[in-house]
Protein backbone atom coordinates (compact mmCIF):
# COMPACT_ATOMS: atom_id res chain seq x y z
CA UNK A 1 0.00 0.00 0.00
CA UNK A 2 3.07 2.35 1.13
CA UNK A 3 3.99 1.78 -2.48
CA UNK A 4 1.25 2.22 -3.93
CA UNK A 5 0.71 5.67 -2.65
CA UNK A 6 3.74 6.78 -3.42
CA UNK A 7 3.65 5.62 -6.95
CA UNK A 8 0.72 7.62 -7.30
CA UNK A 9 2.17 10.47 -5.56
CA UNK A 10 4.62 10.65 -8.39
CA UNK A 11 2.30 10.28 -11.18
CA UNK A 12 0.44 13.23 -10.21
CA UNK A 13 4.01 15.48 -9.13
CA UNK A 14 4.29 14.55 -13.21
CA UNK A 15 1.58 15.82 -14.28
CA UNK A 16 1.48 18.86 -12.26
CA UNK A 17 5.11 19.44 -14.29
CA UNK A 18 3.55 18.88 -17.53
CA UNK A 19 0.35 21.51 -16.64
CA UNK A 20 3.07 23.80 -16.21
CA UNK A 21 5.26 23.42 -19.53
CA UNK A 22 5.52 26.66 -21.09
CA UNK A 23 6.87 27.35 -24.69
CA UNK A 24 6.83 30.11 -26.73
CA UNK A 25 3.94 31.04 -29.35
CA UNK A 26 4.63 30.60 -32.86
CA UNK A 27 2.21 34.16 -33.60
CA UNK A 28 3.31 35.62 -30.43
CA UNK A 29 1.07 38.56 -28.63
CA UNK A 30 2.21 42.27 -29.04
CA UNK A 31 -0.01 45.82 -27.89
CA UNK A 32 0.91 49.38 -28.90
CA UNK A 33 -0.31 52.51 -26.54
CA UNK A 34 0.32 55.70 -28.44
CA UNK A 35 -1.00 59.40 -27.82
CA UNK A 36 -1.84 61.25 -31.36
CA UNK A 37 -2.65 64.17 -30.35
CA UNK A 38 -5.21 63.97 -27.71
CA UNK A 39 -6.31 61.26 -28.75
CA UNK A 40 -5.47 57.53 -27.07
CA UNK A 41 -4.78 54.96 -29.74
CA UNK A 42 -3.67 50.96 -28.87
CA UNK A 43 -3.76 47.91 -31.09
CA UNK A 44 -3.63 44.33 -29.85
CA UNK A 45 -2.38 41.82 -32.18
CA UNK A 46 -0.37 38.70 -33.16
CA UNK A 47 2.47 38.44 -35.38
CA UNK A 48 3.15 35.24 -37.43
CA UNK A 49 6.51 35.39 -38.52
CA UNK A 50 8.03 34.52 -42.64
CA UNK A 51 10.26 31.75 -42.02
CA UNK A 52 11.51 31.60 -45.60
CA UNK A 53 7.82 31.39 -47.02
CA UNK A 54 6.05 33.31 -49.44
CA UNK A 55 3.54 35.65 -47.73
CA UNK A 56 1.76 37.76 -50.26
CA UNK A 57 -0.22 35.90 -53.06
CA UNK A 58 0.52 32.07 -51.41
CA UNK A 59 0.70 32.22 -47.86
CA UNK A 60 -1.77 35.11 -47.72
CA UNK A 61 -3.94 34.95 -51.07
CA UNK A 62 -4.48 37.92 -52.73
CA UNK A 63 -8.26 39.04 -53.15
CA UNK A 64 -9.51 37.72 -50.36
CA UNK A 65 -10.33 38.90 -46.63
CA UNK A 66 -7.37 38.08 -44.21
CA UNK A 67 -7.58 38.10 -40.41
CA UNK A 68 -4.66 40.73 -40.58
CA UNK A 69 -2.54 38.72 -38.30
CA UNK A 70 -3.21 35.31 -36.18
CA UNK A 71 -4.91 34.18 -33.74
CA UNK A 72 -7.18 36.51 -32.34
CA UNK A 73 -8.81 39.50 -33.77
CA UNK A 74 -6.26 42.14 -34.56
CA UNK A 75 -7.99 45.26 -33.15
CA UNK A 76 -7.64 49.32 -32.53
CA UNK A 77 -9.20 51.12 -30.30
CA UNK A 78 -9.64 55.19 -29.92
CA UNK A 79 -10.48 57.04 -27.41
CA UNK A 80 -12.60 59.98 -29.32
CA UNK A 81 -14.42 59.83 -32.77
CA UNK A 82 -11.75 59.92 -35.60
CA UNK A 83 -12.07 59.71 -39.79
CA UNK A 84 -10.99 57.16 -41.58
CA UNK A 85 -11.05 58.24 -45.30
CA UNK A 86 -13.25 60.96 -44.78
CA UNK A 87 -15.19 58.40 -42.91
CA UNK A 88 -16.44 59.46 -39.26
CA UNK A 89 -15.95 56.61 -36.60
CA UNK A 90 -17.04 56.54 -32.85
CA UNK A 91 -15.10 55.89 -30.19
CA UNK A 92 -14.32 52.57 -29.47
CA UNK A 93 -12.53 49.10 -30.54
CA UNK A 94 -12.37 47.88 -34.12
CA UNK A 95 -11.49 44.68 -35.86
CA UNK A 96 -9.37 45.40 -38.45
CA UNK A 97 -9.13 43.06 -41.47
CA UNK A 98 -8.09 43.43 -45.34
CA UNK A 99 -8.12 42.11 -48.57
CA UNK A 100 -4.88 42.02 -49.77
CA UNK A 101 -4.09 42.70 -53.75
CA UNK A 102 -1.07 42.95 -55.59
CA UNK A 103 -0.98 46.77 -55.91
CA UNK A 104 -3.51 48.05 -53.24
CA UNK A 105 -5.30 46.74 -50.54
CA UNK A 106 -8.75 47.27 -48.86
CA UNK A 107 -8.75 47.52 -45.28
CA UNK A 108 -12.09 47.55 -43.03
CA UNK A 109 -12.14 48.41 -39.78
CA UNK A 110 -14.96 45.70 -38.17
CA UNK A 111 -17.26 46.53 -35.52
CA UNK A 112 -17.48 43.12 -34.20
CA UNK A 113 -13.90 41.82 -32.60
CA UNK A 114 -15.30 38.60 -31.10
CA UNK A 115 -14.41 36.14 -34.36
CA UNK A 116 -11.12 34.33 -34.04
CA UNK A 117 -9.81 34.73 -37.46
CA UNK A 118 -12.13 35.98 -40.17
CA UNK A 119 -15.90 36.16 -39.51
CA UNK A 120 -17.83 32.82 -40.45
CA UNK A 121 -20.68 35.45 -42.12
CA UNK A 122 -19.68 38.58 -43.71
CA UNK A 123 -21.90 41.60 -42.08
CA UNK A 124 -21.33 44.45 -43.93
CA UNK A 125 -23.71 46.82 -41.74
CA UNK A 126 -20.10 46.03 -39.19
CA UNK A 127 -17.98 47.46 -41.50
CA UNK A 128 -17.46 51.15 -39.68
CA UNK A 129 -15.03 52.12 -42.18
CA UNK A 130 -13.11 50.69 -45.47
CA UNK A 131 -10.30 52.37 -47.10
CA UNK A 132 -8.55 51.51 -50.23
CA UNK A 133 -4.37 52.23 -49.74
CA UNK A 134 -1.51 51.40 -52.63
CA UNK A 135 1.33 48.76 -51.41
CA UNK A 136 4.86 50.28 -51.10
CA UNK A 137 8.09 47.94 -51.51
CA UNK A 138 10.42 47.58 -48.70
CA UNK A 139 13.85 47.66 -49.56
CA UNK A 140 14.46 44.50 -47.02
CA UNK A 141 11.72 41.92 -45.79
CA UNK A 142 9.98 42.40 -41.98
CA UNK A 143 10.26 39.11 -40.72
CA UNK A 144 7.46 39.56 -38.53
CA UNK A 145 4.35 40.60 -39.06
CA UNK A 146 3.83 44.51 -37.78
CA UNK A 147 1.28 46.75 -36.91
CA UNK A 148 2.54 50.32 -35.94
CA UNK A 149 1.31 53.69 -35.54
CA UNK A 150 3.02 55.82 -38.12
CA UNK A 151 3.65 59.41 -39.28
CA UNK A 152 2.05 60.97 -35.95
CA UNK A 153 1.43 64.66 -36.14
CA UNK A 154 -1.16 66.94 -34.13
CA UNK A 155 -4.11 66.25 -35.77
CA UNK A 156 -3.40 62.37 -37.19
CA UNK A 157 -1.30 59.43 -37.95
CA UNK A 158 -1.10 56.36 -40.18
CA UNK A 159 -2.15 52.99 -39.34
CA UNK A 160 0.60 51.17 -40.99
CA UNK A 161 1.29 47.36 -41.57
CA UNK A 162 4.03 45.60 -42.70
CA UNK A 163 5.18 42.04 -43.54
CA UNK A 164 8.19 40.60 -45.86
CA UNK A 165 8.67 43.71 -48.34
CA UNK A 166 5.08 44.82 -48.96
CA UNK A 167 3.96 47.77 -46.62
CA UNK A 168 0.44 49.68 -46.25
CA UNK A 169 -0.51 53.00 -44.62
CA UNK A 170 -4.36 54.21 -43.70
CA UNK A 171 -4.25 57.56 -42.60
CA UNK A 172 -6.61 58.57 -39.76
CA UNK A 173 -7.39 62.08 -38.56
CA UNK A 174 -7.98 62.82 -34.59
CA UNK A 175 -10.12 65.38 -33.30
CA UNK A 176 -7.24 67.81 -31.74
CA UNK A 177 -8.22 70.97 -32.87
CA UNK A 178 -11.67 70.76 -31.38
CA UNK A 179 -10.61 69.60 -27.87
CA UNK A 180 -7.86 71.82 -27.77
CA UNK A 181 -10.16 75.21 -28.63
CA UNK A 182 -12.25 73.69 -26.22
CA UNK A 183 -9.93 73.20 -23.40
CA UNK A 184 -8.20 76.70 -23.99
CA UNK A 185 -11.95 78.38 -24.64
CA UNK A 186 -13.01 76.44 -20.91
CA UNK A 187 -9.75 77.64 -19.09
CA UNK A 188 -10.08 81.11 -20.44
CA UNK A 189 -12.78 82.08 -19.65
CA UNK A 190 -12.15 81.27 -15.52
CA UNK A 191 -13.04 78.48 -13.60
CA UNK A 192 -16.47 76.93 -13.38
CA UNK A 193 -19.84 77.43 -10.69
CA UNK A 194 -18.26 73.50 -9.73
CA UNK A 195 -14.85 74.47 -9.14
CA UNK A 196 -15.91 77.34 -7.03
CA UNK A 197 -18.06 75.28 -5.35
CA UNK A 198 -15.49 72.89 -4.67
CA UNK A 199 -12.67 75.12 -3.55
CA UNK A 200 -15.21 76.96 -1.06
CA UNK A 201 -16.25 73.59 0.40
CA UNK A 202 -12.73 72.23 1.17
CA UNK A 203 -12.45 75.30 2.78
CA UNK A 204 -15.16 75.44 5.02
CA UNK A 205 -14.29 71.79 5.81
CA UNK A 206 -11.04 72.64 6.84
CA UNK A 207 -11.41 75.40 8.20
CA UNK A 208 -9.35 77.85 6.08
CA UNK A 209 -9.59 81.40 5.71
CA UNK A 210 -13.01 81.70 5.51
CA UNK A 211 -13.37 85.12 3.90
CA UNK A 212 -12.01 83.07 0.47
CA UNK A 213 -14.72 80.53 1.29
CA UNK A 214 -17.01 83.02 1.01
CA UNK A 215 -15.60 84.73 -1.80
CA UNK A 216 -15.76 81.31 -4.13
CA UNK A 217 -19.69 80.20 -2.68
CA UNK A 218 -20.54 83.91 -3.65
CA UNK A 219 -19.04 83.45 -7.29
CA UNK A 220 -20.67 79.35 -7.71
CA UNK A 221 -24.65 80.64 -6.65
CA UNK A 222 -23.99 83.89 -9.02
CA UNK A 223 -23.08 81.34 -12.16
CA UNK A 224 -25.52 78.87 -10.83
CA UNK A 225 -28.60 80.74 -9.15
CA UNK A 226 -31.06 77.36 -8.34
CA UNK A 227 -28.23 74.56 -7.35
CA UNK A 228 -29.93 74.43 -3.99
CA UNK A 229 -26.54 72.44 -2.98
CA UNK A 230 -24.48 75.43 -3.64
CA UNK A 231 -27.19 77.47 -1.78
CA UNK A 232 -26.96 75.30 1.25
CA UNK A 233 -23.36 75.36 1.18
CA UNK A 234 -23.63 79.05 1.05
CA UNK A 235 -25.74 78.97 3.93
CA UNK A 236 -23.04 77.26 5.89
CA UNK A 237 -20.47 79.38 5.44
CA UNK A 238 -22.14 82.56 6.46
CA UNK A 239 -23.36 80.84 9.40
CA UNK A 240 -20.10 80.11 10.12
CA UNK A 241 -18.98 83.79 9.44
CA UNK A 242 -21.13 85.16 11.88
CA UNK A 243 -23.71 86.67 9.26
CA UNK A 244 -26.44 84.89 10.59
CA UNK A 245 -28.95 87.28 8.34
CA UNK A 246 -26.80 85.84 5.03
CA UNK A 247 -27.29 82.45 6.33
CA UNK A 248 -30.77 83.05 6.73
CA UNK A 249 -31.43 83.81 3.36
CA UNK A 250 -29.33 81.77 1.34
CA UNK A 251 -31.22 78.68 3.47
CA UNK A 252 -34.58 80.08 2.53
CA UNK A 253 -33.32 80.42 -1.26
CA UNK A 254 -31.74 76.42 -0.84
CA UNK A 255 -35.05 75.77 0.75
CA UNK A 256 -37.23 77.02 -2.30
CA UNK A 257 -35.10 75.27 -4.63
CA UNK A 258 -34.80 72.03 -3.10
CA UNK A 259 -38.86 72.14 -3.11
CA UNK A 260 -38.93 72.81 -6.58
CA UNK A 261 -36.60 70.31 -7.20
CA UNK A 262 -38.45 67.48 -5.06
CA UNK A 263 -34.98 66.89 -3.22
CA UNK A 264 -36.31 65.98 0.24
CA UNK A 265 -33.06 65.38 1.95
CA UNK A 266 -31.87 68.94 1.34
CA UNK A 267 -35.57 70.55 2.34
CA UNK A 268 -35.21 69.04 5.63
CA UNK A 269 -31.80 69.94 6.08
CA UNK A 270 -32.70 73.69 5.33
CA UNK A 271 -35.75 73.65 8.05
CA UNK A 272 -33.23 72.07 10.34
CA UNK A 273 -31.21 74.77 9.67
CA UNK A 274 -33.59 77.36 9.54
CA UNK A 275 -35.02 76.33 12.73
CA UNK A 276 -31.69 75.88 14.65
CA UNK A 277 -31.49 79.72 13.53
CA UNK A 278 -35.10 81.00 14.59
CA UNK A 279 -35.96 81.29 11.11
CA UNK A 280 -38.79 79.01 11.21
Not at 64 to 87: E, L
Not at 95 to 106: S, V
Not at 224 to 251: C, E, H, T, V
Request: hydrophobic share 40%; charged share 20%.
Amino acid sequence: MKRLSLLLFSVCCGLSGFSQIQTPQPSPAAEVQQAVGLTEVSLKYSRPAMRGRVIFGDLVPFDKVWRTGANANSTISFSDDVKIDGQEIKAGTYAIFTRPGKDNWEVYFYSDTSNWGTPSSWDESKVAAKAMVNTQELNMPVESFTISIDAIHNNGATLGMAWDKTYVGVPFEVPTREKAMASIEGTMAGPSANAYFSAASYYYEEGLEMDKAKMWIDKAVEMNPDAFWMLRRQSLIYAKMGDSKGAIAAAKKSLAAAKKAGNADYVKMNEDSLREWGAM
